[in-house]
């Protein structure tokens, strides 16, 4: 089968430019995809785009359906009218090129919050409830409970609260209805803002790749409202929990702390919850990149109570069958249709410990998998020619790196000059063999990476813009909480040699 060559550039929302305290879906965003366009590419990937959770990270949300509202544009706002600049004079000065996470969302926030609560009902915000009420009143009744009980975990609230009983639900509903139409507005306004954004990308022929973890956080309304669709105790707390076993990288593995699904009773309800989170995720993206792929085909099972991950067990995953049913399942909406087919938009991030089972689910499925050029050079062997960086085969996404990855430059200033005598590992390898390989003196270290992405059989190219740049620090270090998510562009470092450039390149090797 021969595919569509394409290439495109990752890069999160809140990384954009703009006078706000972080990136947002307004004119900053509309005016990188007139880049991306200008540039010959096609493909734009970003973060999963839910509401914030701990740390600020994207990959821990209250929930796998809402929308961040702190990515609501104040640009848009303000053309709308719904915003002053007088709403907006006391709003701190933050740097342009680094997002001061949590101060920025407290400080979006209060904004946010004060528009929602004199905002005048409409009927396209009540059309909007009605459309989306089955995971919106949930959802808005989870978040107006959270900010009532001071941001304490749904486990620890009063237990009518907690085990969520019918009237005593009624009961907060009436109690917390300006704080659940708050939060009723704020996602009719992501909502509206998001399809603004959509349609633009899409009227410069770009497609978004969004990003689904394969778990959600414990502390969720998709936790809270689904309890029996996952493995818990009757007080809400997990029996076993996820993470990834010891490695090369460290002798404790890691120890997620997110709960585990119940895959028997996903499967006895023909996978509804999951054909609706995927249904979502399609109805705001083209592409969607699947976070831990391997935990379908088998996840490291970790006991509760364990303080680490080296006491726990591969258990076997749902497999096949949830794709084939989710495939099923959503040719039979009317917004998908039988031609539908999920290999078509479907990225599996098949990175860790992968195993032939793993890639055997992926190769079942279709889905083109992930190879990370820096991790690539560890196991190249010039003997065998399908063992290279950049891969000979088409059906893969190619990466210089991703969110969690140095920027190539650090990475390579990092690696030794020269291996020490006997070093044989998997990972062993110095930067001359890097330097070999791409015919390089390394000065431009960033580009020839670049190069190296685009010139590879695979029929994706994406590529960090900090690698593009051969600027900017690295978005998150896994297992670290301080500090992640929090870089910025600012507008200077988009020049037209820049664009040029990445066109040019782009042209060369037919991913325009």
Not at 245 to 257: A, C, K, N, V
Not at 331 to 353: C, S, T
Not at 355 to 361: G, I, S
Request: glycine letters at 8%.
């Amino acid at each position: 089968m021969k595919f569509e060559r394409k290439s495109g550039i990752l890069l999160h929302i809140t990384s954009l430019p703009g006078r706000w305290g972080m990136g947002e879906l307004g004119p900053e965003a509309r005016k990188f995809a007139e880049v991306l366009e200008a540039a010959g590419q096609t493909l734009w990937q970003i973060l999963p785009t839910g509401p914030v959770g701990y740390a600020s990270s994207p990959y821990s949300s209250p929930s796998a359906f809402a929308g961040n509202h702190l990515l609501i544009s104040f640009d848009d706002l303000l053309e709308e009218g719904l915003l002053s600049e007088e709403d907006l004079a006391d709003f701190p000065e933050y740097r342009g090129d680094e997002a001061e996470f949590p101060e920025v969302n407290d400080s979006r926030e209060k904004v946010l919050f004060a528009l929602a609560d004199r905002f005048e009902p409409t009927p396209e915000l009540e059309a909007f409830l009605k459309e989306e009420s089955e995971w919106l009143s949930d959802y808005t009744l989870f978040m107006a409970l959270r900010e009532a009980h001071g941001l304490r975990q749904w486990i620890e609230w009063p237990e009518g609260l907690r085990d969520r009983d019918f009237h005593t639900l009624e009961k907060a509903r009436e109690e917390h209805a300006q704080s659940i139409r708050r939060h009723e507005v704020l996602q009719y306004l992501f909502s509206k803002q998001w399809k603004k954004f959509t349609a633009f990308c899409h009227e410069k022929g770009i497609k978004l790749i969004g990003d689904i973890p394969i778990f959600v956080s414990g502390d969720s309304v998709d936790v809270w409202a689904n309890r029996e669709l996952f493995f818990l105790k009757p007080d809400g707390t997990p029996t076993v929990i996820a993470g990834v076993p010891p490695d090369y990288f460290s002798e404790t593995g890691q120890r997620w702390g997110n709960p585990l699904y119940d895959w028997a009773a996903h499967r006895a309800s023909g996978y509804k919850w999951w054909t609706e989170r995927m249904q979502r995720m399609f109805e705001m993206v083209d592409i969607v990149r699947i976070d831990h792929f391997r935990g379908f085909a088998g996840y490291w099972e970790i006991p509760a109570k364990n303080p680490t991950a080296a006491g726990g067990r591969w258990v076997k995953g749902p497999g096949f069958e949830l794709f084939k049913s989710l495939e099923h399942n959503l040719r039979n909406l009317p917004e998908f249709g039988k031609k539908f087919h999920l290999a078509d938009h479907v990225i599996a991030e098949n990175l860790g410990v992968i195993t032939k089972d793993v890639e055997q689910l992926r190769a079942d499925c279709g889905f083109p998998g992930m190879w990370i050029l820096q991790f690539r050079f560890g196991a190249m062997d010039m003997a065998k020619p399908d063992i290279v960086p950049e891969g000979i085969e088409e059906n893969w996404t190619v990466y210089s790196g991703t969110h969690d990855n140095e920027t190539v430059r650090d990475w390579f200033a990092g690696i030794q000059d020269e291996l020490p005598p006997g070093a044989d590992g998997e990972f062993d390898f110095a930067k001359q063999t890097v330097l070999d390989y791409l015919g390089t003196d390394g000065s431009e270290i960033h580009r020839d990476f670049c190069m190296l992405a685009m010139r590879s059989a695979c029929k994706w190219a994406i590529l960090p813009l900090q690698d593009v740049l051969g600027k900017g620090f690295r978005m998150n270090t896994p297992g670290t909480v301080d500090g992640n998510w929090r870089w910025r562009f600012t507008e200077d470092l988009i020049t037209p040699d820049l664009i040029e450039w990445l066109r040019g390149l782009t042209e060369k090797y037919d991913r325009c």
